[in-house]
C-alpha cells in the first residue's frame, strides 16, 4: 500500500512487531501520516488476529480496524531463519516498534550493532518489566474505584481502554520526536514506554494523584455528576437521556431560564448562603439544583428538550447507542469517514486521522489479511529472488 508522497512521513519505513492495541493503533496512526509500516506476525498470527468482534464469517472486525494501511508479513519468529531475516527488514527501515518484550534478537542493543541509528520504541506493561495490560494498570490506578454511583458496591471498569489507546498516542509522539533527532544529529533512540507510566502521569497530570498528596483527600463517587463543575444527566417523559454541563455563568443562567428555576434558584442560593456565580458552589450544591431542573426535562419529549436546548448557549447531548452514532451524520456526513472496501469483513465507513492537514482528511485505506505482503516486501525490500522466496515458504520460515 503506497502512501501518498504529500504526507508529512512519506518515505519512512517501520517494521511493527505488536498485538491488541497500543502500538497496533501506534503503527496505523503513523501509517495514516504517510509512513510505510510492516507489521510482521508469527505464522497463523499474533494473539490478537482473531480477537472479537468478529464478521458472521469469523473474521476479526478488530484487527482490521486497528492495522489500516500496513503491510503484513508472516514469518516464523521461534526460528533462528526467520529471526534474521525480520532483523534484515528492521535494519533496512531504521525503525522498530513493538510490544513483544525481553526478545534479546530484536532488542535495541542487538539491532543497533548493526544499525546504529536505529529508533527502537519498546511498550511494557510496568517500569519494573514487569507484566500489565490496560485492565490491570487501570484497576491499580484508582480510576474504577471512582466510576459509578454514589451507592456503588466494588470496582467499574470503564469499557474504553484508555491507557491504551493514550499509551499508542505517546508511541507516535516519541517515533516522531525520535525521527526529528536523527535528522538533526544522527542518533538513533532506544525509547521504552511502560503502559502503568502513561496511566500515572495521567492520573498525575489531571490531579487525580495530587489532590491525595496535597489535600488527602479521596475523590467520591459522582454517578454522572461532574467534579468541581455542574453537570448531569436528565430524562425526558419519553426515555431519552440527556447529558448536561454548565461550564460558565451563562451556561446556568441559561439553564435555570429554560426550566423556569431562575427565582427557585436564587432562594437556594438564599437559603443556604451560596453563590452560584462560582463553580463549586454549583457544584456542591448539585443535588438539590438537580431536584429543581429535573421535572423540566420530565415534562418534555426528547424532541422538544432538544428543540429548546439547541436555542440556549447550554453544553448538551443525547445519549446514543453505538448502533444510533454509526447511523447518526455525525458519522454520515462527516469528511471524517470515506468509504472502504475491506477485503473478508465488507464495506463501511472508516475514519482516517481526526485531524485534517489543509481542510483535508486522510483516507482510509484496507487493513491486510496476515502474510498478504510477504512476498512483496522481501522482494522490494531484501531484494529477494522468487525462487529464494518459495524457498523460504516451503521450510515454514515464512507464509504468504
Same mark, same amino acid.
Given at each position: 500500500?503506497?502512501?501518498?508522497? #504529500?504526507?508529512?512521513?512519506? /518515505? ?11 502500538? +497496533?493503533?501506534? /503503527? ?13 506476525? +508469527? ?36 526460528? +533462528?531463519?526467520?529471526?534474521? !531475516? ?19 534478537w530484536h532488542s535495541h ?24 495490560? #490496560? ?9 474504577? !474505584? ?11 471498569? *470503564?469499557?474504553l481502554p484508555a491507557w ?14 525520535? !525521527? ?12 521504552? @514506554? +511502560?503502559?502503568?507510566?502513561?496511566? @500515572?502521569?495521567?492520573?498525575?497530570? @489531571?490531579?487525580? !494523584? ?17 467534579? /468541581? ?21 451563562? *451556561? ?25 456565580? #462560582? ?5 456542591? *450544591? ?16 426528547? #424532541? ?97
Amino acid at each position: 500500500m503506497t502512501a501518498s508522497p #504529500d504526507l508529512p512521513l512519506a /518515505g519512512v519505513r517501520i517494521v511493527e512487531i505488536s498485538s491488541f492495541v497500543a502500538v +497496533p493503533l501506534a /503503527g496505523m496512526t503513523l501509517a495514516q501520516l504517510g509512513a510505510e509500516v510492516i507489521r510482521i506476525d +508469527p505464522i497463523g498470527g499474533a494473539a490478537d488476529y482473531q480477537r472479537w468482534p468478529l464478521t458472521d464469517g469469523g473474521v476479526s472486525i478488530y484487527w482490521a480496524g486497528l492495522n489500516k494501511g500496513k503491510r503484513s508479513v508472516a514469518a516464523d519468529m521461534r526460528s +533462528p531463519e526467520g529471526q534474521q !531475516l525480520i532483523q534484515r527488514l528492521i535494519v533496512d527501515a531504521g525503525i522498530l516498534i513493538t510490544n513483544v518484550a525481553g526478545r534479546q534478537w530484536h532488542s535495541h542493543e542487538t539491532l543497533s550493532a548493526q544499525r546504529p541509528d536505529l529508533i527502537h520504541l519498546e511498550v511494557v506493561g510496568r517500569a519494573d518489566g514487569s507484566t500489565g495490560v #490496560d485492565y490491570t494498570v487501570n484497576a491499580a490506578t484508582g480510576f474504577p !474505584l471512582v466510576t459509578g454511583s454514589p451507592d456503588q458496591r466494588g470496582p467499574v471498569n *470503564h469499557v474504553l481502554p484508555a491507557w491504551d489507546v493514550s499509551c499508542g498516542l505517546y508511541a507516535v509522539i516519541a517515533v516522531l520526536a525520535a !525521527l526529528r533527532r536523527r535528522d538533526s544529529t544522527g542518533q538513533g533512540s532506544a525509547i521504552r @514506554l +511502560p503502559l502503568d507510566d502513561v496511566a @500515572l502521569a495521567t492520573a498525575a497530570n @489531571l490531579g487525580f !494523584l495530587t489532590e491525595v498528596m496535597v489535600t488527602g483527600t479521596q475523590r467520591p463517587r459522582l454517578g454522572n455528576a461532574i467534579y /468541581g463543575q455542574y453537570g448531569q444527566n436528565f430524562s425526558s417523559n419519553d426515555g431519552a437521556w440527556f447529558m448536561i454541563v454548565a461550564l460558565t455563568n451563562r *451556561h446556568f443562567r441559561d439553564l435555570t431560564e429554560l426550566t423556569g428555576t431562575t427565582k427557585a434558584v436564587a432562594a437556594v442560593a438564599e437559603a443556604f448562603g451560596a453563590d452560584f456565580t #462560582d463553580e463549586g458552589q454549583r457544584y456542591e *450544591h448539585r443535588e438539590v439544583l438537580n431536584g429543581l431542573f429535573a421535572p423540566w426535562f420530565r415534562s418534555h419529549t426528547a #424532541d422538544e428538550i432538544a428543540a429548546a436546548l439547541s436555542g440556549t448557549s447550554i453544553l448538551w447531548n443525547r445519549y446514543q447507542s453505538f448502533a444510533e452514532a454509526a447511523e447518526s451524520p455525525r458519522v454520515t456526513a462527516n469528511p471524517l469517514f470515506a468509504p472502504l472496501e475491506q477485503p473478508r469483513v465488507g464495506s463501511h465507513l472508516a475514519p482516517g486521522l481526526p485531524m485534517s492537514v489543509d481542510g483535508t482528511h486522510t483516507v482510509p485505506s484496507p487493513a491486510p489479511a496476515l502474510g498478504d505482503d510477504t512476498a512483496a516486501v522481501l522482494s522490494e525490500r531484501l531484494g529477494m529472488s522468487a525462487g529464494e522466496i518459495a524457498g523460504l515458504v516451503e521450510s515454514g520460515t515464512v507464509a504468504t
